[in-house]
């Protein structure tokens, strides 16, 4: 029998229909549900082109048991982060605070009325890499949720907390965008810039379309031979890399290392860096 899901029209989604889990989309049916039955929801974030959220899918999602715990226990929310920005962002921030990093499948459980006090990314199927299998995870949750619900709120009240401590100050008065502050962006950039292999950071290594696109702006109006160098040896060193398809044209979405050779699994064509490249 199809989920919740049959009736959407995400692609992304509608991969999950047939599911042994009962999933729901983002509505106010599904956070209904959660009140009245008193459930934590388990809300599970991802895109159609994302590898490891259809590893997580094939390993737990479309397995039986794991399934029935997920239906007993959680109300199970499935969110297609291409339709949902607004959502994959504010929850995406809850995951980094909780555990440094975040990725997709993004994997956060929720009090039932929306807000996060655990979260991930993938859990394998069995203990791995460092980390516990999923059911290991929701059994852990299912079992705080009955006997710990005073550290569950905590850790909701702590992580609401920080969330609201790390955004954006507002003021009554737009916070204007002064020259100043372009100049301080570009210092910043310039300071994590890899002048070796180019691009920003260390492995993982993503493409940054839109630092590029600032760097070309700036470029424009100032001609300063360093942005240039930025520009120039960032797009350089992917094109001639593994993460570019020298047959098929395209990116794959990042490089698993630094120096941009071994790419990543999901195959992203980005029409900035190509017609930069033309």
């Not at 999950?16 to 989309?25: G, I, L, S, T």
């Not at 209904?32 to 899918?57: Q, T």
């Not at 044209?249 to 698993?256: K, L, P, S």
Request: aromatic residues 10%; charged residues 20%.
């Amino acid at each position: 029998m199809r989920n919740q899901l049959a009736s959407e029209t995400s692609p992304y989604l509608l991969q999950h229909a047939d599911n042994p889990v009962d999933w729901y989309a983002w509505n106010q049916a599904a956070l209904e549900k959660a009140r009245a039955e008193n459930k934590p929801i388990f809300l599970s974030i991802g895109y159609a082109a994302c590898h490891w959220c259809h590893v997580m899918a094939h390993e737990s999602f479309e397995d039986e048991a794991t399934a029935r715990f997920m239906n007993e226990h959680f109300v199970n929310i499935k969110v297609d982060r291409e339709e949902r920005p607004d959502l994959d962002s504010i929850y995406m921030n809850a995951v980094v605070a909780m555990t440094g990093q975040g990725g997709w499948p993004m994997s956060v459980f929720l009090t039932p009325d929306g807000k996060p006090f655990y979260g991930g990314t993938y859990f394998p199927k069995t203990p791995r890499y460092g980390m516990p299998s999923f059911m290991q995870v929701l059994q852990g949750i299912a079992n705080a949720w009955k006997t710990q619900r005073a550290d569950i709120e905590h850790n909701r009240a702590e992580m609401q907390k920080a969330l609201s401590e790390s955004g954006v100050p507002r003021t009554e008065q737009d916070i204007p965008l002064t020259t100043r502050t372009l100049e301080l962006a570009l210092n910043n950039i310039a300071r994590a810039f890899d002048n070796e292999n180019g691009g920003w950071g260390g492995a993982p290594k993503f493409p940054q379309p839109m630092t590029l696109e600032f760097l070309i702006r700036v470029y424009t109006q100032t001609r300063d031979e360093l942005i240039l160098k930025m520009i120039t040896l960032s797009l350089d060193k992917m094109a001639r890399g593994g993460m570019y398809d020298q047959l098929g044209g395209g990116f794959h979405r990042y490089a698993t290392d630094d120096i941009w050779l071994v790419p990543h699994f999901e195959k992203c064509v980005n029409q900035i860096h190509l017609a930069l490249l033309e």
